[in-house]
């Protein structure tokens, strides 16, 4: 099975729950939670049952590296 890291991570689309909640210092069920009661700032999108956020997005905010 190919993963995420096979891409470096400046060409990736989209960024995991788990990877954004590493980078914002909270549990990956804050965001889980969150993004279910519709208070992020960043919609997620939805593959399958995982949820990932656009990178793109999260760039303008300044919420990734």
């Known amino acids: 099975m190919m993963t ?3 891409a470096s991570s400046d060409d990736r ?8 909640a590493r980078e914002l210092g909270v549990h ?3 965001l889980t939670r969150l993004a279910q009661q ?11 049952h995982r949820r990932v956020y656009p990178r793109a997005e999260l760039l303008k905010l300044g919420r990734v590296s």
């Not at 689309?13 to 954004?20: D, G, K, M, T, V």
């Not at 700032?41 to 399958?48: L, R, S, T």
Request: proline share 12%; aromatic share 8%; hydrophobic share 30%.
């Open 13 to 20: 689309l989209f960024i995991s729950e788990r990877e954004l």
């Open 28 to 30: 990956p069920s804050t």
């Open 38 to 48: 519709g208070k992020l700032p960043v919609q997620p999108v939805y593959v399958g």
């Open 4 to 6: 995420d890291h096979t």
